[in-house]
């Protein structure tokens, strides 16, 4: 008894430390869940002012809106009850050392450690703040050149920061076209721990370009652009490249959907003879088989668009964000996240490294309004599937898209997919690979991870960008990085 009175002091200290810190963690992230709910609230109650929802609309919001209740209660709920069930363990294991005088943790020692992990929580956005200065492009430095721009795109040459290594001129150019949504930094994760995609060409000494979009706040033609606006430009800017390196034909490299728009550019035949290769990664082909998106209700454009200062209408990138949140539901309420960030602190002993904060910057910091135009096409491909002759449910200068067209345009198109992705599923990914069948110019590999993976992870052991491997389906592949290292010499 005197043993558990003498760790009261130290024990009662700790638990207040822990749960004021616990309070901290938790407000702030319900009130970042929160802005985001209050944001959308704001733009629908506005949408249904102006043009109402019928009554079978209203009843299909509504039921979808208590699903997803119910799914983040139960994953809040399961992971609550695991949490509680390991502490638990280790304060009952602590007391009974205490009690005992056995050897191990003692009360005071375990409540001391527990509210060192939940400090660590509520000061983790701080490490989200100060990883800003090495997550992503930072485009004002030498490491980057501005080679062009056109009304609605910058163009940034990505140089090799790897030691020893040039650009190298016999090479084939590359240009990286991000998302819309969640911007271009993605593509640099962390550049300087060599966890950026576009560094992983670059530092080959492949000529290595990104299209970064406009600040869409004060650019009214990016405001406006469309999908054939998006197309013209994209071709001049490959035409740009081929410029600067000898005449060689641009490989496009998009990211989510865009790959799914630089392959509606290549399909459409404007980019023939400034392009001869496609590269996309984790890209929805055929969003119909994206069942946590295409199950979302259909809703009017107006539910998801924010009037800006110019006039011009544009989607809104929290709303958009949070509807790709709620796809993960049951693992995004705020207590799961904090939960999820005590996970982590314990596992690595308080020392997650950068990775964690960079990828919460990214997905807290890099949301950005989308072109209306750009919004609407995306959608259509969610919600209405590739024809049985494959034919894209969009199209382009008002002419059909169809996939068979790579074969005629002798585009060789190398894709990559994620085997554990919730959000692009393989189906997703893979849908038009059946109008193919039989032609060599298709290469399809399937990686290890979810969404992101390639993304944050690009040297990973089993699959490294730069390298051959044995693929997630056990197939003998090759990274992008070094398809467009052996193009480049058939080239």
Known sequence: MFALLREMPDFTTSWMRYTMAMMRASNREVTEFND?????????MTAARDNPMSVMEAFEVAEHSVGMARKGMAGAQGKMADYAFDQMEEGTRAFLNTVLKSDGEKLGGYMKREAQIMEAVSNFHEQIEAIGDEFGFHFDTSAYKLVHETDSFELYQVLPIKEGVKVNEHLKPVILVPPYMLGVHILAFLPYENKSYSHSFANEGIPTYVRVVKDIMTNDKVQMMTPEDDCEQTRQLCAKVMELNDGKKVTLNGTCQGGYISLMNILSGKLKDVCDALITNVTPVDGT????????????????????PSGNKVANGYLLSLGMRFVAIDRETPLVKVLDQISLQRATDMNPGKTPAALFRWLLKERVHLPLAIANMSSHTFQDPIADDGTLPVKLFDQPLNIKDLIALNVPWYQNYAIKDDLVTPPCATAGNKF????????SVAFFGGHVAILTSPYGKKAPVTGNFTDANGNASRGPVKFQMDISKTA
């Open 36 to 44: 985001n709910l209050f944001i959308a609230a704001q733009i629908a």
């Open 289 to 308: 088989y994206s069942e946590a998106i295409s199950g979302m209700p259909t809703m009017h454009h107006d539910f998801v668009t924010t009037t800006l």
């Open 436 to 443: 193919l069948e039989g032609w060599n110019g298709l290469e």
